[in-house]
Structure formats: structure tokens, C-alpha cells
């Protein structure tokens, strides 16, 4: 089990501002606080007029590969919000490029990769990257945004876990289903392992390397983790993730976030991370019980921000009640729909900042 206490400074600190407000990282470390942090993953998107202003300039990738753009719109919800905490504008896919396989995001469908992973033949042909020659874009404009912010808030990095990657790779992209995922994961286990582990080792370097470059603490995205019952989950997807989860521990507040894991609760439990970020779909309260005193975040459904402002706070105070009895850092429960007008994701930010710890 993770003690909080064991964790040290990130490299960065050496060389940038402390965070001035680090109500985010305090809660992280499981330290009390005057009121809960608050930010909203996604916040870096199109519901922001700005964002889409820098989009319509460049394209996705050109954006995350432009350290100066990233930089710009990473802290864009900083600015307009007022959020606890920037997170860099990247990517979960970008390692997979750097392991050589080809991937390109289309206008209205979402990330594709051509050539899909789905044998042992294909996991031989991934390259292990030097992470700071194929990604060293991510750690450059994880330096500028430190620099920028300049301490006012905190920065996290994050990356997908192997689990959650793997499924884009295998399947060459999103998918309702996963079939062929989930077709390797019954046929040859022991093969899709193989796969696991080459991304998880990526993961690792590339995640070490945006520590040094200045992250304060890092998310780890398990979109599709709910895909697999307890017994598969921990036998398919846990002992990549915790190989991750171990190589990064020591260094900064590590948050795992799955999405669609309520019946994966008693695995989470074993976790070495420092915050549990779960969906909308299970109370904060059922979650402290399954996973005793841990540092929860989430979980306003995404699609709250669509109804009026009255409804939005009302949620939100709700919502910081169900999070009572230990650490708490307010978001949605999965990224912000693009739809959502400006002004009610700013009407959430300021019920967190209004409502004192229950
Ligand atoms: O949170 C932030 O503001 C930081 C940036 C960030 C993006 N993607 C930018 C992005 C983060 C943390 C991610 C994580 C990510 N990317 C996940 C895990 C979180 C989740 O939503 O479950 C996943 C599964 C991806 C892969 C991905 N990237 C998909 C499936 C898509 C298409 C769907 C969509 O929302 O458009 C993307 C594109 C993407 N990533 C956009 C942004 C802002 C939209 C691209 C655009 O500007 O057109």
C-alpha cells in the first residue's frame, strides 16, 4: 500500500515557482483544506471560443506538437475559469505514434490509427522509443506552461493506461464494442501481454519524462477499463497499469481515473495511486465505503453542464456533500462535452469556490 508521505518533490520544483495556489496538491497529499480544489478534465477544448479560435489555425496534431499553442491552451481554462489546476494540453495517443504506429485524427471521427496491432508479429514490429527525441514536443511545452503559470497553479501530466491504449492500437480506433481487443484478450492473453507490456514501458519513460520536464502530479486515463469484469481486469489490465503506477511512485500525486468501473472498485482498492477518480454513474459516499480513506475525485455527470445555472449548483453542493470524510478534488466524471456553454462551466468552478469542506 502507497503512503502519501513517500512522495517527493518532481524534478521540476527544482527549477520553477512552487505552486502559490496549491489547494490541488495539498489535497492530493491528503492534507485538509479551507475548501475543495476544482478542475474539469477537458477543460482544454472546444467548448472554449479560444480554443477554437487556435484549432481553426492548426490542426490537432500541429497543436500538440507546437509547444507554444499547447502552452497557450493549456492555460486558456486557467484564465477563463479560474480552475485549481492546468493540465497539459496532449494527448493519451501520442506514445503510440512514438512507437511507430502511424495515427491520424479526422474532423468529426476522432483519432484512427491505419495499421492496427492484433498479432505478435505486429507487437515486434513497435519501436521502443527515445521518448525525448519523439515526444520531447509534450516535455517543451510542459516546461513553457510551468514557466507561464509561474506558480499559479499546478500542472498535471497524464498518459493512458497500456489497458486503454491498447484498445485504440488494437482496434485502430474508437469503437462501441472492442471485438477485436477483447477477441485477443480471450485467444492469446499471453500475446496481448506482450503488447501491454511494450506500452507500458513507453508509458513509463514518456510519464517519467514529463515529471522532469515540470508535471506536479499525473493523471493515468483508463477510458475503456470497465470493458473487463474484476477477475479479467485484474488479471489483463492491472499488473501493466501497476507496473506504471510503480515506476512513477515516489515521484508525484499519481491520479487514476477509470471510467465505467463501478464493479471494479474492490481491485482499485489495490492500487498504488494517490487519488481514485471515478464517473458519474456511482455516489462519491459508495465509493469512499468500497475503497476506505483514499483521496476521491470526480464526479459531476458531464452532461450536468448543460442545464441551467441554478440546477448546476445546486449539483455541485450535492456533490461536495457526497465527498465527505476525506480528500476530495471536484470534477466531471468523464471530459467536458463541447456543447456546454462557457459561462455554466464557470458557474461550477465558483459553487466549488463558494462551498466550504462539509
Ligand atoms: O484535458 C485536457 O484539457 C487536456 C488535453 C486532453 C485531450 N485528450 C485533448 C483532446 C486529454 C487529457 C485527453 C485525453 C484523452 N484523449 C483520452 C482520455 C480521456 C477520455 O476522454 O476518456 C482519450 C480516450 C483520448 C483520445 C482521443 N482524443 C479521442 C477519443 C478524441 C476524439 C474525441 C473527441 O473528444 O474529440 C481525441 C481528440 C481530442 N483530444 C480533442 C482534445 C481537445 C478534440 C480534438 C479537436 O480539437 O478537434
Known sequence: MYHPGEITAGLGD??????????????????????????IMRQAGRYLPEYRA?????DFLTLCKTPELAAEVTIQPVDILGVDAAILFADILLPLEAMGAELVFTKGDGPSFPHPVRTREDV????????????????AAMRLVRRELDGRVPVLGFGGTP?????????????????H???????????????????????????????????????????????????????IALPPLRKVAEALRGTVPLIYYVNGGAHLLPGLAELPVDVLSVDWRQPLSQVRQAVGPRVLQGNLDPAALLGPIPEIERRTAALIAQGRG?????????????????????????????????
Not at 502559490?20 to 476544482?38: A, H, I, Q
Not at 515486434?124 to 516535455?139: H, K
Open 14 to 39: 527544482l527549477l520553477f515557482s512552487p505552486a502559490v495556489n496549491d489547494l490541488f496538491l495539498r489535497t492530493c497529499r491528503g492534507e485538509p483544506t479551507e475548501r475543495r480544489p476544482v478542475w
Open 54 to 58: 487556435v484549432r481553426q489555425r492548426v
Open 124 to 139: 515486434a514490429r513497435l519501436r521502443s522509443p527515445e521518448v525525448e527525441e519523439t515526444l520531447g514536443y509534450v516535455f
Open 163 to 179: 489497458w486503454t491504449l491498447a484498445a485504440y492500437l488494437v482496434e485502430g480506433g474508437g469503437s462501441k464494442q472492442y471485438e
Open 181 to 235: 481487443l477483447l477477441a485477443w484478450s480471450y485467444g492469446d492473453p499471453e500475446g496481448l501481454g506482450l503488447l501491454l507490456d511494450r506500452i507500458a514501458e513507453t508509458s513509463i519513460a514518456y510519464l517519467r519524462g514529463q515529471v522532469a520536464a515540470g508535471a506536479q502530479a499525473l493523471q493515468l486515463f483508463d477510458t475503456w477499463g470497465g470493458l473487463l469484469d474484476l477477475e479479467r481486469w485484474r488479471a
Open 326 to 358: 476525506g480528500g476530495h478534488i471536484v470534477n466531471l466524471g468523464h471530459g467536458i462535452l463541447p456543447m456546454v456553454p462557457v459561462e455554466n462551466a464557470k458557474a461550477f468552478v465558483d459553487a466549488v469556490k463558494r462551498t466550504p469542506v462539509p
